[in-house]
């Protein structure tokens, strides 16, 4: 009677009723002919009210007290979904590996379903040797129907991509080959080929074997041409377009011009060269890929700077042996004369092109928006060549934050929420992911919960976990600007500047008051030195938050970027005044001092000599983390010479001005006649 009451319930939709009626038939005769179904109705109508946590328990109960019961199965994958959806994944994988692999479930419905989200856990957890096994059983399932083709052809080569992960060079190879071999004619398998073919050649790299990556690198170069420019597969055949052409630089750079006979011939064949290697790096830029297109561009101007140097380098050699024979001590005068003459007319247009292409690299960035290692040493290069055009920029400190304060969960947010966050604040990272489980055995879909709980997960560097979580955040609340915040951190970890600044920028649309997305992503603009980006952002981060030292550092370094250095030196001061010991701040003020070319009522000594003092404080103060390579002393060494040349400077000019004779004394007064 009472079982055909809570179906009723059921069906009428109040599942929370019909629940404590299930279980209460059970708790009153656990033997009962329909007990464990009742516990199996009870879980699904907890589940209809998102009481996870309640269902998982019950499920948990048929598992343990009926282990002969027909729903077991069920129960038993119920019961990992219900771990997995409360993030606690070492249970989860638990209950998944016992239906992969347990022989009394080897006809189980969720059996495959099991072993594929076993996988994705353990992979996600790092444990990547068990997960590509996993993997690679469940792509084994296609044969019998059970996996689609195009399933199974993601998780072999996802299996690949793991022991790769795993730096396992032979497993990499072994299971990229049976790829192509078993896939690779597919639709979907062909898109993944050029990919699979540049992963071999960095596992051969990975053994060592050069001649075997080369091969594949030229394949997958082959391939590319077939790609749209621009494209995810371009990356692939970018990327090895520029190792090849790296390789062949190495021959290049070995030519060297030299004087008398022999002199055409080695100036023709460098020359060559510059045009050869000027193609393979025009081949690179063809697939328009940004970080390798910059580092193509770079190159080509490196090909022609190491042109100009060897031609210049002839200019400090004394005469070839075999002039001095041939027309004497007096000839040879008279030929370096001329070959001076020759050389220097025909460097001119060769610094020209250095600086051009230099400058074409720093124009091309800024139309993709990157600052990187190629920028930077294209403008060390040009300045070297135009120091007007291209001034020296000293690297600013750029300063970023997750979150700032404490955490105020939403209103409909489960309790557990706010001490999680405190546990997070706290660097308490078990702690809070405790706490954020147990807020989404309350409430699986809480998205403040899932925001923690990946923090947490990223705080201890497991970045897919982090990501996995994430990735669940959107697929309830696509709008949630803590979300893309997050990525954009997740991005950074990948050292994938352009995704982290589409991140932060998203998150800063979705919700204009994160004060910290907008500093984050004005750091990223200062990064690519968008100046005029990294002001507008990092006023936004001020004005919403005005005690935020970091923010008003940041905002500091754009306007110095834009060259308006009393805006820069008033907000460095702001940040210092909310953090005194702000070693950063300290920094930025040094450099500000050292590069600005005036400062108000001050001289170049006095404006040297304050660079001086701001970065010896910031030394002071960061004493305890400074790396081997900080610039500081090599700034303050530069500041002090530029002081001595300028007290020399002026003391040769007070003598100049001593020597100088008195003008003559008028010989009557005024008005005399």
């Given at each position: ?32 002919e ?6 199996n ?24 007290d009926?282990p ?16 997995q ?9 638990v ?19 099991s ?26 399932l ?5 996996v ?8 072999f080569f996802?299996a ?12 990499t ?19 993944k080929v ?42 692939f ?17 070995k ?5 008398g ?19 393979e ?13 910059l ?8 090909l ?6 060897s ?73 070297q ?20 304060g404490?955490y ?6 489960p ?86 600044t ?43 938050l ?29 940040a210092l005044?909310l ?61 002090r ?6 007290q ?22 005024v008005?005399?006649?």
């Open positions: 009677m009472k079982f055909k009451k809570a179906d009723k319930l059921f069906e009428e939709g109040k599942f929370e009723e019909a629940a404590q009626l299930y279980t209460q038939i059970v708790d009153r005769d656990p033997k009962s329909d007990a464990d179904k009742a516990l109705n009870a879980a699904v109508a907890y589940e209809k009210v998102n009481r996870f946590g309640a269902a998982q328990k019950l499920y948990e109960r048929i598992v343990t009926y002969s019961s027909k729903f077991l199965d069920d129960a038993l994958f119920r019961t990992a979904v219900a771990y959806k409360a993030f606690d994944f070492d249970k989860a994988v209950s998944y590996q016992r239906l992969a692999e347990d022989p009394k479930f080897k006809d189980s419905k969720n059996r495959t379903n072993l594929f989200n076993a996988a994705v856990i353990l992979e996600n957890d790092q444990s990547y040797g068990k997960s590509a096994e996993l993997f690679k059983r469940y792509a084994g296609s044969s019998s129907g059970a689609k083709r195009d399933e199974a052809a993601d998780a996802r690949a991509t793991i022991y790769q992960k795993m730096k396992d060079a032979d497993k190879l072994a299971t990229l080959k049976e790829y192509v071999r078993t896939y690779g004619g597919d639709s979907k398998g062909a898109g050029l990919e699979a073919n540049f992963r071999m050649a960095e596992a051969y790299e990975l053994k060592k074997d050069r001649r075997a990556a080369d091969d594949q690198y030229r394949k997958v170069v082959a391939m590319g041409s077939s790609v749209t420019p621009g494209s995810e597969q371009a990356e055949a970018a990327h090895a377009a520029f190792i090849l052409a790296e390789e062949k630089l190495q021959d290049y750079l030519l060297k011009i030299v004087g006979k022999q002199f055409k011939s080695s100036y023709d064949k460098m020359a060559s060269a510059v045009k050869s290697m000027t193609d790096y025009n081949r690179v830029i063809g697939f328009r890929r940004a970080t390798w297109t580092g193509a561009f770079f190159r080509i101007g490196f022609y700077e190491h042109l100009s140097k031609m210049a380098g002839l200019l400090q050699e004394p005469c070839p042996a075999d002039v001095k024979r041939k027309i004497g001590e007096e000839g040879c005068n008279i030929y370096l004369s001329q070959l001076s003459e020759q050389i220097e007319k025909e460097l001119a247009p060769v610094d020209e092109e250095v600086v051009k292409r230099y400058g074409a690299t720093l124009e091309q960035a800024g139309k993709l928006g990157v600052s990187n290692e190629w920028t930077k040493l294209a403008r060390q290069r040009a300045n060549y135009n120091p007007e055009k291209f001034p020296a920029v000293k690297d600013e400190r750029i300063d970023m934050q997750m979150d700032v404490a105020v969960p939403p209103g409909n947010a309790p557990e929420v706010k001490p999680a966050a405190d546990f997070m604040a706290r660097g308490r990272y078990e702690d809070a992911i405790r706490q954020a489980r147990l807020a989404l055995g309350r409430d699986d879909r809480s998205v403040p919960a899932m925001i923690i709980l990946a923090k947490a997960y990223y705080a201890m560097k497991k970045y897919e976990l982090a990501g996995s979580i994430i990735d669940i955040a959107k697929s309830i609340d696509a709008n949630n600007g803590d979300a893309y915040h997050l990525l954009g951190y997740l991005a950074l970890a990948r050292e994938d500047r352009i995704g982290a589409a991140a932060f920028k998203k998150a800063t649309e979705l919700n204009g008051n994160l004060g910290t997305a907008w500093n984050n992503l004005s750091a990223q603009y200062l990064q690519a030195k968008n100046y005029d980006g990294a002001l507008d952002a990092a006023q936004r981060a001020t004005q919403i005005p005690q935020f030292s970091k923010g008003w550092l940041n905002l500091g370094s754009a306007y110095r970027g834009k060259m308006q250095y009393a805006d820069a030196e008033r907000a460095y001061r702001k005044e953090d005194p010991n702000y070693a950063n701040a300290y920094f930025n003020l040094g450099i500000l001092y050292l590069d600005a070319k005036e400062m108000p009522q001050m001289d170049l000594i006095g404006k040297l000599n304050t660079a001086i003092n701001y970065l010896n404080r910031y030394k002071g103060i960061a004493s305890y983390a400074l790396a081997k390579d900080d610039p500081a002393d090599g700034y303050i060494t530069d500041a010479n530029q002081i001595t040349k300028e020399q400077r002026i003391q040769r000019q007070q003598q100049k001005n001593r020597a100088q004779p008195k003008p003559a004394a008028p010989s009557g007064k008005g005399d006649k």
